[in-house]
């Protein structure tokens, strides 16, 4: 069973919308850690957002917010107000804290934001 | 340069050679990856390491190398390229449990093409 699971290969969003981008995952393991990566068309992987399994409130990096939802294994990624700069695919990926930690990666959403 | 760098950046090469591709981080990471990207997996984690001399396998190490010597570098052997490991392949390092602990810092890749 995949451990991390994107069901949107790809999504097209208005500048100045708002877009979810959907991650669910699967572990057993309690303490966890979740993390959205972008990785624009140079090539590079830049880290977004994390949100740990213990943490209350849902993580926020400016535009960015992780809307975690526990009991449904859920971890979206939410865009307010797209710009051009933000067409990207992006990853979701999990850390499982057993082990050494390794991180585990979804296929990843291909975003295209359109003026 | 500070940071975590990878060499070559691009490589083309035969089908039964041997490729070494480099990774060096600046940071004194103890934890250091390789993945390799492929249309339609995302990231798949070749290896890891946790410490100089100590490697382990990820989901899909068949067909290559790797070791530890020191903990800034981390080099991956392709010991007989297949056409199958054409990919770009990513270098990251993480530091232990504290404080960027959250934190995992890929290098730019290195895009692979076996012929």
């Known amino acids: 069973a995949q451990k991390i699971t994107q069901t949107q290969p790809g999504m097209f969003v208005q500048e100045k919308e708002a877009v979810t981008l959907d991650c669910t995952y699967d572990?057993?393991?309690?303490?966890?850690?979740l993390f959205w990566y972008k990785q624009p068309s140079s090539g590079e992987m830049i880290f977004l957002i994390y949100?740990?399994?213990?943490?209350?409130q849902n993580a926020t990096e400016g535009r960015y917010s992780l809307n975690f939802q526990k009991a449904r294994k859920s971890a979206n990624l939410v865009i307010s107000a797209s710009q051009l700069g933000d067409s990207a695919m992006y990853f979701c990926?999990?850390?499982?804290?057993?082990?050494?930690?390794?991180?585990?990666f979804g296929k990843g959403t291909m975003l295209l934001v359109s003026p | 340069d500070a940071g975590i760098t990878q060499s070559p950046r691009y490589k083309i090469t035969e089908t039964g050679r041997q490729v070494t591709l480099m990774c060096h981080q600046t940071?004194?990471?103890?934890?250091m990856f390789w993945y390799r990207q492929d249309l339609g997996h995302g990231l798949r984690l070749i290896y890891y390491?946790?410490?100089?001399?100590?490697?382990d396998k990820g989901e899909v190490p068949d067909g290559y190398v790797v070791s530890r010597s020191k903990t800034e570098n981390f080099p991956l052997t392709l010991e007989s390229a297949t056409r199958s490991q054409t990919s770009v392949y990513f270098c990251?390092?993480?530091?232990?449990?504290?404080?960027?602990?959250?934190?995992?810092?890929f290098g730019p890749g290195t895009r692979l093409t076996v012929l």
């Open positions: 990251a390092s993480r530091a232990p449990r504290g404080a960027s602990y959250n934190e995992q810092f």
């Open positions: 572990t057993s393991d309690p303490s966890y850690g």
């Open positions: 949100q740990g399994s213990y943490d209350q």
């Open positions: 990926a999990m850390r499982e804290d057993s082990g050494y930690s390794t991180l585990t």
């Open positions: 940071w004194s990471h103890s934890y």
């Open positions: 390491s946790a410490a100089a001399d100590i490697t």
